[in-house]
């Protein structure tokens, strides 16, 4: 079964700073991976997309993400916070098993202050 | 095109009642799903449709049916609701291994 998981449940960083919200993979093939944010009382927007193609996948709002199979991971980053970028991200795999089912992380909430 | 479209946006019952989630898209997606996101614990797979007239069981499906009214609309009943059903329900859309397109959620309080 394809799973991920988030290893921090909240970061903080100074505006102007850069993010680094991380994320491991299980997959037993070479998996589809998507990061979602959600900010307060919205809905859910696509960050980014892995499928396959390059490794680092550029995102909307400056943010990208590198794709490492040695390491199962898939970490998000972005050079320098922006006191908008403040909400829940959340890593996501595609399960081929369950129609194609997205299997989400728990979700890390990034808070950026002054 | 509205996407993916959600009703009602929020919604209050007493336990026991029964509501039904309306869920419709113009995407012209084949596949469809219902989760739920409860605080900690990222969204949630209750029940998917991988095309019209299929539907299956996700992780979390008791309490809960679902009915696939055609390639557009797919609801989610519950039929005798409780507090633990107190939760935002999201509907989404998409194509096998991409991406999915969410609804704006249905927030649900069973008192």
């Known amino acids: 079964a394809q799973s991920v998981t988030q290893l921090d449940s909240h970061v903080s960083v100074s505006e102007g700073t850069p993010v680094l919200l991380r994320c491991n993979y299980s997959?037993?093939?070479?998996?589809?991976l998507f990061w979602y944010v959600q900010h307060p009382n919205k809905g859910l927007q696509l960050l980014l997309k892995?499928?396959?193609?390059?490794?680092l996948v550029k995102g909307i709002n400056g943010f990208e993400a590198e794709f490492k199979k040695s390491e199962t991971s898939f970490h998000l980053t972005k050079p320098s916070a922006h006191m908008s970028d403040a909400a829940e991200y959340f890593c996501v795999v595609s399960a081929s098993n369950s129609g194609y089912a997205l299997n989400f992380g728990k979700g890390t909430s990034l808070l950026v202050t002054p | 095109n509205a996407g993916v479209t959600q009703t009602p946006k929020f919604q209050v019952l007493k336990t026991g009642q029964s509501m039904t989630l309306q869920c419709a898209q113009d995407?012209?997606?084949?596949?469809m799903y219902w989760y739920r996101q409860d605080p900690g614990m990222g969204l949630r797979l209750i029940y998917y449709s991988a095309s019209e007239g299929t539907t299956d069981k996700g992780e979390v499906p008791n309490g809960y049916n679902v009915s696939r009214l055609n390639k557009r609309e797919f609801s989610l009943r519950l039929e005798s609701a409780a507090p633990s059903q107190t939760s935002v329900y999201f509907c989404a859309t998409g194509r096998g291994g991409n991406e999915q397109f969410f609804g704006p959620g249905t927030r649900l309080t069973v008192l």
């Open positions: 997959s037993s093939y070479s998996p589809s």
């Open positions: 892995y499928t396959s193609a390059a490794t």
């Open positions: 995407m012209n997606h084949n596949s």
